[in-house]
């Protein structure tokens, strides 16, 4: 979705995955199949572990319907990728719905709430911006409602708010979903021309920032 209308061991399993996509379709393609960002970063991951950061928003239907294959592919990934989410400020209700990812991710429950909330946002058409009606969703869902409003509207929060915008801004992240791999480039099931192919032109990448390509 546009921004304009709203939108040893882990080497060689990055490996296997860039040997799977080049046997089942060829190598994915700069310029096609992904791009780079606009300013190159050097995220802070795990050592021995490359960063993707998939860019979403719990309004966008694309990122709604792309979850399934990410949640897919996230039980499967190679070892030697360090995954996380980053909720951008530019669609509807973000206001509420940036501080909300992160809040859950304080708490360690974005697992559990992630495909929750898409479900409740685009097929129980639920608006979530009330802070009252964000506390009783939480609630409803076995959540620590006080914990999880506190949190909500911590410095801490809006701290990792102001952190995510930024970098949305340097890599030049304008549609979700967006995954930006080792700060270095980014692909979407736009540019990949499918989900599942999205996941594998990850890979690719991945693979390729630790020199295996």
């Known amino acids: 979705m546009q921004r ?11 490996g296997l995955g860039l040997t799977r996509l080049a046997d089942a379709q ?13 300013t190159p970063g050097n995220p802070t991951a795990p050592a021995g572990t490359t960063d993707v950061v998939e860019f979403f928003s719990y309004a966008c239907p694309h990122c709604f319907e792309f979850e399934p294959a990410l949640e897919t592919w996230l039980k499967r990934k190679p070892a030697g990728i360090h995954f996380h989410r980053l909720p951008v400020r530019f669609l509807q209700n973000a206001v509420n719905f940036q501080p909300m990812y992160f809040a859950l991710e304080a708490m ?15 097929l129980e058409h ?19 409602a006080k914990r999880f409003m506190s949190l909500f509207g911590s410095f801490g929060v809006r701290t990792k708010v102001q952190q ?38 990850v890979e ?6 630790r020199g295996a390509h």
Request: charged letters at 20%.
């Open 4 to 14: 304009r209308h709203f939108s040893a061991l882990a080497a060689a399993s990055l």
């Open 26 to 38: 060829g190598a994915p393609v700069a310029g096609q199949d992904y791009k780079p960002v606009s």
């Open 108 to 122: 360690d429950l974005v697992d559990a709430m992630q495909q929750k909330i898409f479900n409740a946002v685009h």
């Open 126 to 144: 639920q608006r979530l911006d009330k802070p009252d009606d964000i506390a009783a969703f939480m609630a409803k869902n076995g959540v620590d």
């Open 164 to 201: 995510a915008n930024q970098l949305m801004d340097a890599y030049g992240v304008d549609s979700v979903p967006t995954i930006v791999v080792a700060g270095q480039w980014m692909t979407s099931p736009g540019l990949a021309k499918s989900e599942a192919r999205t996941t594998q032109v």
């Open 204 to 209: 690719f990448l991945a693979a390729k920032a």
